[in-house]
């Protein structure tokens, strides 16, 4: 048996690929349409720009057997521009599993960095996908781990156990000595206002006064960050805005789950006002019934870092998707920000979402 590989549109293999995954049950839709708004929105709203498909096809029929997406992703550091590919939705049929497709189907990722289309690929694939990535040179990573403050421990406790209920008292203590001391530590941070924002307002606000980040960073338009984050079908998520009260300018935004339990996908900040775990620190702050602020991201990251440093616990991430993810990055030696995109102790990127 013969194979075929082909670059494509997402748009116009839309229906024929979707097909192909709605028939083996790959994503969490209940229904065909489930399945075609899940593809509208991830290849409209996951990529700054236009996203890519490479296909695997059956040479005598025609028949997909395997496919691979690439998301374009914008990041910065200082005042240079990194042009980023993110792959998804790679997935090979089951009889193929264990032919040369799925390798080719990935070699196609490390073709976009040689053809210097992008900068940089970074990664997310499960153990036989991770395992692939690392033969063809990328740089693994590990999965990401899930770092903790916890506001009140009183409803924690309880659901787990009634009786530990009594000690809560003492655990919200010992976080907020925590917390107490990790302010000391730090450079003082400007006293800015909360506020929830609706999608429309977010994207008119200015954002042009930010300084450069010393750190790589995602930057995304607010477009993006509406479609990526507040548009995800069968998916809540708050945004909120940081203000200095003196000039109501935009300091920093942050994309949430609902509170009680508060999980962050997304924050980004002007670094000369304040910095991504200050804004954190504020947002849980002025919020009611907090119970936990919990921030999935890469362990080796300059952001995991600062979050232990601000009283966080690190642990291994127990949410199935991001503890079975890895994450790995390939670039060219020779790209003039390689130490930069190959150590990530100087990133300070958000990679909770379960859709990259």
């Given at each position: 048996?013969?194979?075929?590989?082909?670059?494509?549109?997402?748009?116009?293999?839309?229906?024929?690929?979707?097909?192909?995954?709605?028939?083996?049950?790959?994503w969490p839709g209940d229904t065909r349409e489930d399945y075609l708004r899940i593809w509208d929105w991830r290849?409209?709203?996951?990529?700054?720009?236009?996203?890519?498909?490479?296909?695997?096809?059956?040479?005598?029929?025609?028949?997909?057997?395997?496919?691979?997406?690439?998301?374009?992703?914008?990041?910065?550091?200082?005042?240079?521009?990194?042009?980023?590919?993110?792959?998804?939705?790679?997935?090979?049929?089951?009889?193929?599993?264990?032919?040369?497709?799925?390798?080719?189907?990935?070699?196609?990722?490390?073709?976009?960095?040689?053809?210097?289309?992008?900068?940089?690929?970074?990664?997310?694939?499960?153990?036989?996908?991770?395992?692939?990535?690392?033969?063809?040179?990328?740089?693994?990573?590990?999965?990401?781990?899930?770092?903790?403050?916890?506001?009140?421990?009183?409803?924690?406790?309880?659901?787990?156990?009634?009786?530990?209920?009594?000690?809560?008292?003492?655990?919200?203590?010992?976080?907020?000595?925590?917390?107490?001391?990790?302010?000391?530590?730090?450079?003082?941070?400007?006293?800015?206002?909360?506020?929830?924002?609706?999608?429309?307002?977010?994207?008119?606000?200015?954002?042009?006064?930010?300084?450069?980040?010393?750190?790589?960073?995602?930057?995304?338009?607010?477009?993006?960050?509406?479609?990526?984050?507040?548009?995800?079908?069968?998916?809540?998520?708050?945004?909120?805005?940081?203000?200095?009260?003196?000039?109501?300018?935009?300091?920093?935004?942050?994309?949430?789950?609902?509170?009680?339990?508060?999980?962050?996908?997304?924050?980004?900040?002007?670094?000369?006002?304040?910095?991504?775990?200050?804004?954190?620190?504020?947002?849980?702050?002025?919020?009611?019934?907090?119970?936990?602020?919990?921030?999935?991201?890469?362990?080796?990251?300059?952001?995991?870092?600062?979050?232990?440093?601000?009283?966080?616990?690190?642990?291994?991430?127990?949410?199935?998707?991001?503890?079975?993810?890895?994450?790995?990055?390939?670039?060219?030696?020779?790209?003039?920000?390689?130490?930069?995109?190959?150590?990530?102790?100087?990133?300070?990127?958000?990679?909770?979402?379960?859709?990259?």
């Amino acid at each position: 048996m013969s194979f075929e590989f082909k670059r494509a549109d997402p748009r116009a293999i839309r229906d024929e690929v979707v097909d192909f995954f709605w028939s083996h049950h790959r994503w969490p839709g209940d229904t065909r349409e489930d399945y075609l708004r899940i593809w509208d929105w991830r290849y409209s709203a996951l990529s700054e720009g236009p996203s890519l498909s490479y296909l695997a096809r059956l040479k005598e029929t025609g028949e997909v057997v395997g496919h691979i997406g690439v998301y374009r992703r914008n990041f910065r550091i200082g005042s240079t521009d990194i042009s980023v590919c993110v792959p998804g939705n790679l997935f090979v049929h089951p009889d193929w599993q264990q032919n040369i497709v799925g390798v080719r189907l990935l070699m196609f990722l490390r073709s976009l960095i040689q053809g210097r289309e992008f900068d940089l690929v970074l990664g997310f694939g499960n153990q036989v996908a991770n395992a692939m990535l690392l033969r063809l040179g990328f740089r693994e990573l590990g999965a990401m781990h899930s770092y903790v403050d916890v506001r009140d421990a009183g409803s924690v406790l309880r659901r787990r156990k009634p009786a530990l209920a009594v000690i809560a008292p003492l655990v919200n203590v010992g976080f907020a000595a925590r917390r107490l001391l990790a302010r000391r530590r730090a450079r003082p941070d400007a006293v800015l206002r909360v506020r929830k924002l609706a999608a429309e307002h977010f994207v008119s606000l200015d954002r042009s006064h930010w300084a450069p980040p010393a750190r790589l960073v995602a930057c995304e338009s607010n477009r993006f960050v509406i479609d990526r984050y507040l548009n995800e079908p069968q998916a809540e998520r708050h945004l909120y805005g940081l203000f200095d009260p003196r000039t109501d300018s935009l300091e920093a935004f942050i994309v949430t789950e609902p509170a009680p339990r508060i999980k962050i996908w997304d924050c980004q900040s002007n670094p000369a006002t304040i910095d991504s775990v200050s804004a954190i620190e504020a947002l849980a702050s002025a919020l009611d019934r907090v119970e936990t602020v919990l921030v999935p991201t890469q362990p080796e990251s300059r952001l995991a870092s600062d979050l232990v440093g601000a009283g966080f616990l690190d642990r291994e991430a127990t949410d199935p998707t991001e503890a079975g993810t890895y994450l790995s990055v390939y670039s060219l030696p020779d790209n003039p920000c390689s130490a930069v995109l190959s150590d990530p102790a100087n990133w300070d990127i958000w990679l909770g979402s379960r859709h990259y």
